[in-house]
């Protein structure tokens, strides 16, 4: 499995920015994806995460009613929307992916991780 994380930029408090992930793997809907993020100084934190089959999202709190995830199991991408970024938010954002059905907020749960996209947020 390969992920490429990319759509990072950046942007002023409020505004929005939609990240990709998209995957090279035989059977998509075979692993679930998360979000991280980490700032600088920071531990690596669970942003949010879809099933494999799409039916199942969950998000960190911080996040919960600005940002949402969604998967295109067509064209193997998994996306993730931010609106109403804050200072906050900026962080250098990973994709990974894990081989099963369900979604972990655990970074140790994920095998595969993409390479990372900067995302910063000026107040």
């Known amino acids: 499995v390969q992920l490429q994380a990319f759509g990072g930029g950046l942007v002023q408090g409020g505004e929005s920015l939609r990240l990709s992930c998209a995957a090279s793997?035989?059977?998509?809907?075979?692993?679930?994806v998360g979000w991280f993020r980490q700032a600088p100084g920071k531990e690596r934190q669970f942003v949010g995460g879809?099933?494999?089959?799409?039916?199942?999202?969950d998000y960190a709190d911080s996040v919960k009613g600005r940002f949402s995830i969604s998967r295109d199991n067509v064209n193997n991408t998994v996306r993730l929307q931010m609106n109403s970024l804050k200072p906050e938010d900026t962080a250098v954002y990973y994709c990974a992916a894990r081989q099963s059905r369900n979604l972990s907020r655990w970074s140790s749960q994920y095998r595969y991780w993409g390479q990372g996209t900067q995302v910063t947020v000026s107040s």
């Open positions: 879809i099933t494999s089959h799409g039916d199942s999202t």
């Open positions: 793997v035989r059977t998509f809907s075979s692993i679930s």
